[in-house]
């Protein structure tokens, strides 16, 4: 009876990141209109104009600085960079697709990627030709978090060199190369991602 005396415990703050409307659970719909006339110059084919929202990953890339990305159920992310934690100290929004994925099971085959697999001058995918981005000679290192409730995560180990090349004027397309890690039972789970990007800007979409 003497509840009103008690203190309520504060409310415990949500570790998945929510930006621009963005959430786990949430549903994104692009301009279709955009999409239609940006597709056909793409290495994307039959985006999904609405998509769900399945999971929300985290890379600490400093003290201030994140990539914040929303997987969703067309097998594609919008990742965000931000520096800071309001939606005005966003510095990037991109729209990305996996490619291909390629299991790797050796050491010997892994440790070849990451010395000069992941990394080169260029990238030709299916004879269009991507030019490499950052000058770094090895891939760089990143550990995302990857939510797909409040309470079910995982960990992955990231080694990622960024190429683009330029679709239009207006346009360019990057080509996102991973060399990721997980492990599983204490057993090293690899594999190689390539995914294509392109930048979003913010009525190219809203989220309900």
């Known amino acids: ?22 959430r786990l659970g949430g549903v994104i719909e692009l301009d279709a209109l955009k999409m239609k006339i940006i597709e056909p110059d793409l290495t994307i084919a039959g985006a999904a104009t609405t998509q769900l929202i399945q999971a929300v990953g985290v890379v600490q890339l400093d003290n201030a600085t994140r990539l914040i990305r929303y997987y969703t159920d067309d097998d594609a992310m919008v990742q965000i960079l931000i520096e800071g934690d309001s939606d005005a100290d966003v510095q990037q929004c991109m729209l990305s697709y996996y490619y291909s994925t390629t299991p790797i099971d050796t050491d010997t085959r892994w440790n070849e990627w990451l010395t000069k697999g992941v990394v080169k001058s260029y990238w030709d995918l299916d004879g269009v030709n991507f030019t490499k981005l950052w000058e770094n000679e090895l891939p760089v290192a990143m550990t995302e978090t990857t939510w797909t409730s409040e309470t079910e995560c995982s960990r992955t180990d990231q080694f990622v060199m960024l190429y683009s090349r330029d679709v239009n004027a207006d346009l360019s397309e990057v080509l996102i190369v991973s060399a990721e890690e997980q492990i599983v039972n204490n057993s090293a789970d690899r594999c190689l991602v390539l995914s294509t990007a392109f930048e979003l800007q913010p009525n190219d979409f809203k989220v309900n």
Do not use: C
């Not at 003497?2 to 409307?21: M, N, Q, R, W, Y």
């Open 1 to 22: 009876m003497f509840d009103f005396f008690k203190k309520k415990p504060a409310d415990k703050k949500s570790l998945i990141p929510e930006v621009l409307g963005l």
